[in-house]
């Protein structure tokens, strides 16, 4: 099993930075990669940022130039810098691994519990 604790949420003024973290515990053959996600009342949950093991990144349109997610690969932990906040990036925000249990496991996906972050003035 893979368990991933999320940090980092709270209230922020628009305009403010806010920087989430997510730790990757237990056991697993390979850490493929991780992200982050967000769902706002009433939305789906939307991808915001994601990176490889390697290190390639992508970014949802809204947060590009925003928001930089990195990691700790010796860590297994990834972080969200989240810059110019805005009321609309008021979410709860999810962390996402892609990991293989075993060496010749499919990747299978784990998420973390939630973290709220809220914009507000």
């Known amino acids: 099993q893979v368990l991933l604790v999320e940090s980092g949420g709270g209230l922020v003024q628009p305009g403010g930075s806010l920087r989430l973290s997510c730790a990757a515990s237990?056991?697993?053959?390979?850490?493929?990669?991780m992200a982050w996600y967000r769902q706002a009342p009433g939305k789906q949950r939307e991808l915001v940022a994601r990176i490889s093991r390697g290190g390639s990144t992508n970014y949802a349109v809204s947060v590009n130039g925003r928001f930089t997610i990195s990691s700790d690969n010796t860590k297994s932990t990834v972080y969200l810098e989240m810059n110019s906040l805005k009321c609309e990036d008021t979410a709860v925000y999810f962390c996402?691994?892609?990991?293989?249990?075993?060496?010749?496991?499919?990747?299978?996906?784990?998420w973390g519990q939630g973290t709220q972050v809220t914009v507000s003035s």
């Open positions: 237990g056991s697993f053959f390979s850490m493929n990669a």
């Open positions: 996402n691994a892609e990991a293989q249990r075993w060496r010749f496991s499919p990747n299978a996906d784990y």
